[in-house]
């Protein structure tokens, strides 16, 4: 292996015109003038050699280490969440992505809440937040003898302060609020984005539990819990519930749905708390001042002579788990008792990207029955070696330090180093970097412009002008006409079968969406992101079909957004990755 300056020197940068512009953009070093002082090769060094300085921990060579994280990283066949791209070698080296802390019942717990949220948002991590233990608008507050204005109105004070929080300069702030659906305010807090001016730093779900769900089966009313008193205080029909979800999300893709029995029921340490929010895009289900790490890999860059090449992708799959276990190490934590909690459990999160290229590449249809089946496949066997690899880190460092009492404290389970290892992150801007799909989402589209940090971004899909060329139909006026339209349909000259290829989101029925996000999510640790994507012109009744399908698949929880449907300044967190 060559040494680390000969192999900086050495390796190609493929990156296209668009990485590069949002690489300058957010990622790379500046003075404090603002001008860029650093490379893509001199970014993916500095990371690699950050994360890698932790293996002198375990009396492991390090410089082997940056090696090989060097060789992953600026090969793009994975990327790390935007944090530790941004952070790493800085003197806030704050690397994670992902945090949940809780809100109590007390103006000092809400407001210290505040003040932790801020210092999180600062370097550059999102937030969830579960506000279903403060007590509901117009309950007693006996310490003053005044009424209490409820978890919706403190909500609006944490967004107006994440307004204010510029995150090192380089990502907004992104919050997740959480409301269960038994609290006796949830009307309120369903409602609450129909107004495009409300909670714009915030995505919010409702967390619905097993009970409210048979309660709609039944049609049937079910109870709401005081959680001062912890006292029924009433009761709503399920179905009209419902359909005030059904109807905020049809209007403004707010609130989303999380299964919040089915999250626990995945609780890896339910010894140590149960899970009450998620992180900012829903994929990272946390305990109380839980953190995690994110990294994912380019699956477009795992196919050889049109298949997967599992060797390669098993390959980089273990020293990505290193990769990510390292990261824990290294990271500079905001708050102590983030630290305690992450170190404790050390749970981190490998997911893909590009999954519509890997689809693309080996002539299947994103919904088509073999995709997902091999999404399937494909996961469990990250999955397996992802968890082989912890095992292998376990025998050399030891377990998890939360490991007793564990689920996986039990005969015939595995003793691994981290209580999680996968999920399937948004991977909105490190897809950019990386040049693919994000996450596991179809094509948005065959052609469009993108703004990013006020920079307009056109692309078309390289594959398809590829596929074009080779296959005879390429002409400028065609592909001018796709730039216009953004997908194939009624494009004349263009084979039916590249048309299915090359089905864009708002192409593919919700079933397809959510049976895609069924299948990876059967072999993932934590959750899974993924935008059921509806046209404009799709009823409330569609909307309802896809949160009902969700639960009934599987899904630890679903998103729809409705194209069109009026929102803030607010687009999914899919640079919060």
């Known amino acids: 292996m060559q040494s680390g300056e000969n192999l900086l020197d050495s390796l190609p940068m493929d990156l296209s015109e668009n990485a590069l512009k949002v690489l300058r953009a957010r990622y790379l070093l500046k003075d404090e003038e603002g001008r860029v002082i650093e490379s893509p090769r001199e970014m993916f060094g500095r990371i690699a050699r950050t994360v890698a300085a932790a293996e002198e921990l375990y009396h492991d060579d390090a410089r082997l280490w940056e090696e090989r994280f060097f060789d992953l990283l600026s090969s793009l066949r994975f990327l790390p969440n935007s944090p530790a791209i941004m952070n790493a070698g800085k003197p ?16 000092q717990s809400i407001f210290d809440t505040l003040k932790n949220a801020a210092l999180i948002l600062q370097s550059g991590g999102g937030t969830g937040f579960s506000f279903s233990r403060l007590r509901p608008r117009a309950d007693v507050v006996r310490s003053t003898g005044g009424i209490a204005s409820g978890p919706v109105s403190f909500m609006k004070i944490y967004n107006t302060a994440t307004d204010v929080i510029k995150q090192g300069g380089a990502r907004r702030g992104a919050n997740m609020g959480i409301l269960r659906i038994d609290h006796p305010d949830i009307l309120e807090f369903i409602r609450i984005k129909r107004d495009a001016a409300e909670l714009t730093n915030f995505n919010i779900s409702v967390a619905v539990t097993d009970a409210f769900m048979e309660a709609l089966h039944k049609d049937e009313e079910y109870r709401l819990i005081n959680p001062r008193s912890v006292k029924v205080s009433g009761s709503l029909r399920a179905r009209a519930v419902f359909d005030e979800i059904v109807e905020s999300a049809w209007e403004s893709g707010d609130p989303g749905l999380i299964f919040i029995d089915r999250i626990n029921r995945a609780n890896p340490t339910p010894h140590i708390g149960a899970f009450e929010s998620t992180n900012p895009c829903g994929e990272q289900p946390l305990l109380p001042y839980e ?35 390292d990261t824990i190490d290294a990271n500079i934590y905001p708050l102590p008792a983030v630290e305690h909690m992450h170190k404790g459990n050390r749970k981190i999160g490998l997911g893909v990207m590009g999954w519509a290229e890997l689809l693309i590449l080996l002539g299947i249809p994103y919904n088509h029955k073999k995709a997902f089946s091999l999404a399937r496949s494909l996961m ?95 002409s400028e006026e065609m592909m001018a006409e796709v730039l216009l339209r953004g997908n194939l349909k009624g494009i004349g000259g263009i084979p039916p079968d590249v048309k299915s290829l090359f089905r864009t989101a708002l192409e593919i029925p919700p079933e397809d969406h959510i049976e895609m996000q069924a299948a990876f999510q059967e072999y993932t640790d934590n959750a899974v992101s993924k935008t059921v994507n509806l046209p404009s012109r799709a009823k409330k009744e569609d909307v309802a079909r896809a949160y009902l399908l969700a639960y009934g698949k599987g899904c630890k929880g679903i998103t729809v957004f409705r194209y069109g449907a009026k929102r803030g300044t607010l687009v999914r967190f899919s640079d919060v990755d």
């Open 92 to 107: 806030m080296g704050q690397l994670a992505a992902c945090f949940v802390l809780p809100v109590e019942d007390s103006m």
């Open 291 to 325: 953190a995690c790490v994110l990294g994912s890999l380019n699956l477009s860059r795992y196919v050889q002579n049109g298949e997967v090449d599992y060797n390669s992708l098993g390959r980089d799959v273990r020293i990505a788990v290193r990769f990510l276990d």
């Open 380 to 474: 469990r066997f990250i999955s397996d070696t992802s968890k082989e690899a912890s095992v292998e880190l376990a025998e050399k460092r030891g377990v998890f330090p939360n490991f007793t009492g564990s689920v996986y404290d039990a005969p015939g389970m595995p003793r691994v180093r981290n209580a999680t290892t996968t999920t399937i992150a948004p991977t909105g801007t490190l897809a950019i970097i990386a040049d693919c799909s994000s996450g596991i989402e179809p094509l948005f589209a065959v052609a469009y412009k993108r703004l990013v940090l006020d920079t307009e971004l056109a692309e078309i899909n390289g594959h398809f002008v590829k596929m074009a060329r080779e296959r005879g139909f390429y």
